[in-house]
């Protein structure tokens, strides 16, 4: 079990994890690209990558924030079309349990991700060490809902015990904030959720939830930066050194 560094620099762990999953691409790849801090180590890395080696990509990103990086990196882009499969996604997590079940959509970008991991071979987290948790739940879930539905969506989440706050910008304008779908985007405070499929369940069945944060049986692995260490996480395994990890792809 990975505990989180005593001293974290979460900023430092976040940009080790993300240099240690280059070694996961091959060129020739279609790389889905994740959004937030820790995916936007990788992409500005792979753009670093491209442009001083013969490394050949193509890639799609999971939100026009990380599109605008990938564009500012030089990672050439291909737009969503059908029969599109991306043979690895790389994108941070919120919270990650030892089965590799995931919190996503801190950054609000919790539906073009899933669009991604769900269309790829090999979905890689990336994350600081303080993401990972023995149960999901303590950050609150988000979910992006269509803005007419989104009084009874309330209602919905606060019955199975969530207490959904609308989130709003960041600014002090307390306007709510907007997914890059022109969503509204709903944080549930459940503070514990022991049983993450049944939640997921539940929510699936809610009008108006467009998609929510808890990822289920996507992750293949995890890169998880611990102070200088790097490690390897799968579902139900026990972490392994990153640079002795034999890539299977
Ligand atoms: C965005 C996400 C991010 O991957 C998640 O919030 C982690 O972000 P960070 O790497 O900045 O800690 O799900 O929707």
Same mark, same amino acid.
């Given at each position: 079990?990975?505990?989180?560094?005593?001293?974290?620099?979460?900023?430092?762990?976040?940009?080790?994890?993300?240099?240690?999953?280059?070694?996961?691409?091959?060129?020739?790849?279609?790389?889905?690209?994740?959004?937030?801090?820790?995916?936007?180590?990788?992409?500005?890395?792979?753009?670093?990558?491209?442009?001083?080696?013969? +490394?050949? /990509?193509?890639?799609? &990103?999971?939100?026009?924030?990380?599109? =605008?990086? !990938?564009?500012?990196? @030089?990672? *050439?882009?291909?737009?969503?079309?059908?029969?599109?499969?991306?043979?690895?996604?790389?994108?941070?997590?919120?919270?990650?349990?030892?089965?590799?079940?995931?919190?996503?959509?801190?950054?609000?970008?919790?539906?073009?991700?899933?669009?991604?991991?769900?269309?790829?071979?090999?979905?890689?987290?990336?994350?600081?060490?303080?993401?990972?948790?023995?149960?999901?739940?303590?950050?609150?879930?988000? +979910?992006? /809902?269509?803005?007419? &539905?989104?009084?009874?969506?309330?209602? =919905?989440? !606060?019955?199975?015990? @969530?207490? *959904?706050?609308?989130?709003?910008?960041?600014?002090?304008?307390?306007?709510?904030?907007?997914?890059?779908?022109?969503?509204?985007?709903?944080?549930?405070?459940?503070?514990?959720?022991?049983?993450?499929?049944?939640?997921?369940?539940?929510?699936?069945?809610?009008?108006?939830?467009?998609?929510?944060?808890?990822?289920?049986?996507?992750?293949?692995?995890?890169?998880?930066?611990?102070?200088?260490?790097? +490690?390897?996480?799968?579902?139900?395994?026990?972490?392994?050194?990153?640079?002795?990890?034999?890539?299977?792809?």
């Amino acid at each position: 079990m990975i505990t989180p560094q005593q001293t974290a620099q979460p900023e430092q762990e976040k940009r080790l994890a993300a240099r240690a999953a280059l070694r996961w691409v091959r060129s020739g790849m279609l790389v889905g690209l994740g959004s937030g801090s820790t995916a936007a180590f990788f992409i500005a890395a792979l753009g670093e990558s491209i442009r001083q080696s013969d +490394l050949q /990509v193509q890639a799609t &990103a999971t939100s026009l924030a990380s599109e =605008a990086l !990938a564009q500012q990196a @030089g990672i *050439p882009l291909v737009e969503p079309r059908r029969g599109l499969r991306f043979d690895l996604t790389v994108d941070g997590a919120d919270e990650l349990d030892a089965q590799l079940r995931l919190v996503k959509g801190g950054g609000g970008a919790l539906l073009r991700e899933k669009v991604l991991a769900t269309a790829s071979d090999y979905l890689l987290i990336v994350a600081d060490s303080s993401k990972v948790v023995t149960q999901l739940g303590r950050f609150p879930l988000p +979910l992006e /809902v269509v803005p007419f &539905a989104l009084p009874w969506v309330l209602d =919905a989440v !606060a019955a199975l015990g @969530g207490a *959904p706050v609308l989130r709003s910008m960041k600014n002090d304008s307390m306007e709510a904030a907007r997914s890059d779908q022109n969503n509204f985007l709903v944080d549930c405070h459940f503070e514990a959720v022991p049983e993450p499929e049944r939640l997921a369940l539940h929510l699936q069945g809610i009008p108006g939830i467009v998609e929510h944060g808890l990822f289920l049986g996507l992750a293949q692995a995890a890169v998880v930066a611990r102070g200088a260490e790097v +490690l390897v996480l799968q579902p139900g395994k026990e972490p392994v050194a990153a640079a002795s990890f034999s890539i299977p792809l």
